[in-house]
């Protein structure tokens, strides 16, 4: 474009200025034909205002910048109206309108990294922030379920950083409406910052707690000792909405493990937990479950579940971020100084350099097993992604019962099988007077007598001379899909002693017809299982253990080689959609362009045509 200034009549220039503000469509331009009709305009508005230095590029520059610095600040300026504003008393027709103002000006100001890129991540969060503080506004602080229909809003993290009751109550309901669309729209209501800042908040808090951490409750509460709910979302929520109550200061929580893999929702579940536990560090305490593993979660579905919330951008990230998180997870409580609960079982004694065991004695750990002490369980390293074989801390997360007496290796899973001799022994040595356990489902005792086979959600495993054994199971109709009809449970423990439970049954709440994300997996491995691909949590860890550490390397090649091979896809995709993207953005280009020279030349004809009319 000739930058000469341009001589002409005045009023000829008001009137393109006119058209430039009044009547076109600024927002559908290109970057480089927004440029030109701002010269026009600066070149316009130099005649106007008398002026006679050359019109350059830096003007054009400056006035762009200017005019889109000034849309900007009136956008962010209506978001924080909005934000301070209380919706309460608005109708349905008003509230909608609200929600779309406070949308076009997150738009206008997302629209800035054009100018600036340095602001891209904090306009997305500055967009979802402005998304949940208008939600949260709208359901005015009060635990409103969302209706299957609702066109939700992105959750956000708190501006202040503090979880509050309120904010745990809006991810519920959000993951209640969630939970009933499709779950690739699942990162829209919930993303990914927001799931890694939660994690982060609870990771930190669980760090810093002990093996095995010591509970002294308050005289005038209650204790809730949940077990395995293994992704059934909506069975946790029934628990806290319509049986137990949520957590508060006269009603502590401990949950056992196992809150992932076999359910759809095993994230969903995870999440809320974690949230209750940055909320009330000291009245929820999360235990690790053999479940809350790498090696677990690729097999039994809880990775499948975050490639498909997550798609294959971030779901490695969430992945990883939650094994994060599984690392720091305690493994035991002592309640009251009488109550012990883990999510496997006892374990055995282990002589190594920190526990200064005789010479003696590391050759008779040799030849037989011996119970181990609290004090050595201290002492374990739990940080890890995995565990190790005949160890310690595999003997936590997988040790069962057993009605024959002494302590010996289970030949069919991890971990150890103890019988009522060793409880006994346990019970006395810390002087406690209940263990209460979880780990093993209705599938896990087909066969058993009916006092023994968990479908009534707990069982008695043990009755010796110095208290009791139980094993607490939450998940109603376990597995998801064609699952037992049995009831979960819950047990309360009472004051003034916390010892002696009284169980409680949950059953299963309505939720959408999913089926459970390691039928995806299986699938997506092409794998050669059988028709029945669908096993039983006991028959799955017993193939796994049959392989041992052979099987759980083919099991991780196994899913490498489906990731390369998917990524292999994608590249070809992506090749194909910028291959795409690039013909339309041409073809766009072009048609803008010649548009927009359309435009000017009518201008100039306009003006040209006006000028001869007044010379004549």
């Given at each position: 474009?000739?930058?000469?200034?341009?001589?002409?009549?005045?009023?000829?220039?008001?009137?393109?200025?006119g058209?430039?503000?009044?009547?076109?469509?600024?927002?559908?331009?290109?970057?480089?034909?927004?440029?030109?009709?701002?010269?026009?305009?600066?070149?316009?508005?130099g005649?106007?205002?008398?002026?006679t230095?050359?019109?350059?590029?830096?003007?054009?520059?400056?006035?762009?910048?200017?005019?889109?610095?000034?849309?900007?600040?009136?956008?962010?300026?209506?978001?924080?109206?909005a934000?301070?504003?209380?919706?309460?008393?608005l109708?349905?027709?008003?509230?909608?309108?609200?929600?779309?103002?406070?949308?076009?000006?997150?738009?206008?100001?997302?629209?800035?990294?054009?100018?600036?890129?340095s602001?891209?991540?904090?306009?997305?969060?500055?967009?979802?922030?402005?998304?949940s503080t208008?939600?949260?506004r709208?359901?005015g602080?009060?635990?409103?379920?969302l209706?299957?229909?609702q066109?939700?809003?992105?959750?956000?993290?708190?501006?202040?950083g503090?979880?509050?009751?309120?904010?745990?109550q809006?991810?519920?309901?959000?993951f209640?409406?969630?939970?009933?669309?499709?779950p690739?729209?699942?990162?829209?209501?919930?993303?990914?910052?927001?799931?890694?800042?939660?994690?982060?908040?609870?990771?930190?808090?669980?760090r810093?707690?002990?093996?095995?951490?010591?509970?002294?409750v308050?005289?005038?509460?209650?204790?809730?000792?949940?077990?395995?709910?293994?992704?059934?979302?909506?069975?946790l929520?029934?628990?806290?909405e319509?049986n137990?109550?949520?957590?508060?200061?006269?009603?502590?929580?401990?949950?056992?493990?196992?809150?992932v893999?076999?359910?759809?929702?095993?994230?969903?579940?995870l999440?809320?937990?974690?949230?209750?536990?940055?909320?009330?560090?000291?009245?929820?305490?999360?235990?690790?479950?053999?479940?809350?593993?790498?090696?677990?979660?690729?097999?039994?579905g809880?990775?499948?579940?975050?490639?498909t919330?997550?798609?294959?951008?971030?779901?490695?990230?969430?992945?990883?971020?939650?094994l994060?998180?599984?690392?720091?997870?305690?493994?035991?409580?002592i309640?009251?100084?009488?109550?012990?609960?883990?999510?496997?079982?006892l374990?055995?004694?282990?002589?190594?350099?920190?526990?200064?065991?005789?010479?003696?004695e590391?050759?008779?750990?040799?030849d037989?097993?011996?119970?181990?002490?609290?004090?050595?369980?201290?002492?374990?390293?739990?940080?890890?992604?995995?565990v190790?074989?005949?160890d310690?801390?595999s003997?936590?997360?997988?040790?069962?019962?057993?009605?024959?007496?002494?302590?010996?290796?289970?030949?069919?899973?991890f971990?150890?099988?103890?019988?009522?001799?060793?409880?006994?022994?346990?019970?006395?040595?810390?002087?406690?007077?209940l263990?209460?356990?979880?780990?093993?489902?209705?599938?896990?005792?087909?066969?058993?007598?009916?006092?023994?086979?968990?479908?009534?959600?707990y069982s008695?495993?043990?009755?010796?001379a110095?208290?009791?054994?139980?094993?607490?199971?939450?998940?109603?109709n376990?597995?998801?899909?064609?699952?037992?009809?049995?009831?979960?449970?819950?047990?309360?423990?009472?004051?003034?002693?916390?010892?002696?439970?009284l169980?409680?049954?949950?059953?299963?709440?309505?939720?959408?017809?999913?089926?459970?994300?390691?039928?995806?997996?299986?699938?997506?491995m092409?794998?050669?299982?059988?028709?029945?691909?669908?096993?039983?949590?006991?028959?799955?860890?017993?193939?796994?253990?049959?392989?041992?550490?052979?099987?759980?390397k083919?099991?991780?090649?196994?899913?490498?080689?489906?990731?390369?091979?998917?990524?292999?896809q994608?590249q070809a995709?992506?090749?194909?959609?910028?291959?795409?993207?690039v013909e339309?953005?041409?073809?766009?280009?072009?048609?803008?362009?010649?548009?927009?020279?359309?435009?000017?030349?009518t201008?100039?004809?306009?003006?040209?045509?006006?000028?001869?009319?007044?010379?004549?």
């Amino acid at each position: 474009m000739d930058l000469l200034p341009l001589i002409g009549d005045v009023d000829e220039f008001k009137e393109i200025m006119g058209i430039i503000n009044k009547e076109m469509d600024l927002v559908s331009l290109s970057d480089e034909n927004l440029r030109r009709v701002f010269m026009i305009f600066e070149i316009a508005g130099g005649v106007v205002n008398g002026r006679t230095k050359q019109v350059t590029e830096a003007d054009a520059e400056q006035l762009w910048c200017s005019s889109v610095d000034g849309v900007v600040a009136v956008a962010k300026q209506v978001i924080d109206y909005a934000c301070e504003m209380n919706f309460q008393d608005l109708d349905g027709p008003l509230k909608q309108a609200v929600v779309e103002i406070l949308r076009s000006a997150c738009n206008i100001v997302s629209k800035q990294r054009v100018f600036d890129s340095s602001l891209q991540g904090l306009l997305e969060e500055l967009q979802v922030e402005v998304g949940s503080t208008m939600r949260e506004r709208l359901v005015g602080g009060k635990l409103e379920n969302l209706t299957k229909e609702q066109d939700t809003l992105p959750l956000s993290w708190p501006r202040n950083g503090r979880i509050s009751l309120e904010w745990i109550q809006l991810l519920i309901s959000t993951f209640k409406w969630s939970s009933w669309k499709d779950p690739k729209e699942f990162q829209n209501v919930m993303p990914v910052t927001v799931v890694k800042k939660l994690i982060s908040a609870a990771s930190k808090i669980m760090r810093e707690e002990r093996n095995c951490v010591k509970l002294r409750v308050r005289e005038d509460s209650e204790v809730i000792v949940v077990g395995d709910i293994l992704g059934q979302f909506h069975d946790l929520v029934a628990l806290f909405e319509e049986n137990a109550g949520f957590p508060s200061d006269h009603r502590y929580f401990v949950f056992n493990g196992n809150y992932v893999d076999k359910g759809s929702w095993g994230l969903e579940v995870l999440l809320v937990l974690l949230a209750w536990k940055v909320l009330m560090p000291h009245r929820v305490y999360l235990l690790r479950g053999n479940h809350e593993t790498k090696n677990c979660t690729l097999a039994y579905g809880f990775w499948a579940e975050l490639c498909t919330k997550f798609g294959k951008k971030d779901c490695k990230l969430v992945f990883d971020k939650c094994l994060e998180c599984f690392r720091t997870l305690p493994l035991a409580t002592i309640i009251a100084q009488g109550v012990y609960t883990t999510h496997g079982g006892l374990f055995r004694r282990t002589c190594s350099a920190s526990t200064q065991c005789s010479t003696g004695e590391k050759r008779q750990k040799l030849d037989t097993l011996s119970l181990g002490s609290l004090r050595e369980f201290a002492k374990v390293n739990r940080f890890l992604e995995d565990v190790p074989e005949n160890d310690l801390l595999s003997d936590v997360l997988w040790s069962d019962p057993s009605s024959e007496a002494g302590l010996r290796e289970n030949t069919k899973k991890f971990g150890l099988l103890w019988g009522p001799d060793c409880t006994e022994e346990f019970l006395k040595e810390n002087h406690l007077k209940l263990i209460i356990r979880s780990h093993e489902g209705p599938d896990a005792r087909t066969g058993a007598d009916d006092a023994r086979n968990m479908l009534n959600g707990y069982s008695k495993d043990h009755d010796t001379a110095s208290g009791e054994l139980y094993t607490l199971f939450t998940a109603p109709n376990y597995p998801q899909v064609d699952g037992f009809d049995n009831v979960g449970a819950y047990a309360v423990l009472k004051p003034p002693l916390f010892d002696s439970p009284l169980f409680l049954q949950l059953k299963a709440a309505e939720k959408p017809e999913v089926p459970p994300y390691d039928v995806f997996i299986y699938e997506d491995m092409d794998s050669d299982e059988g028709e029945d691909s669908r096993l039983t949590d006991s028959d799955e860890e017993q193939d796994m253990v049959s392989r041992d550490a052979v099987g759980k390397k083919d099991s991780t090649l196994m899913v490498t080689k489906v990731e390369l091979n998917k990524k292999i896809q994608d590249q070809a995709e992506k090749i194909k959609q910028l291959e795409s993207t690039v013909e339309l953005f041409l073809k766009d280009r072009d048609d803008r362009s010649r548009r927009m020279e359309e435009m000017l030349s009518t201008l100039l004809q306009q003006s040209s045509r006006k000028k001869r009319g007044r010379g004549s």
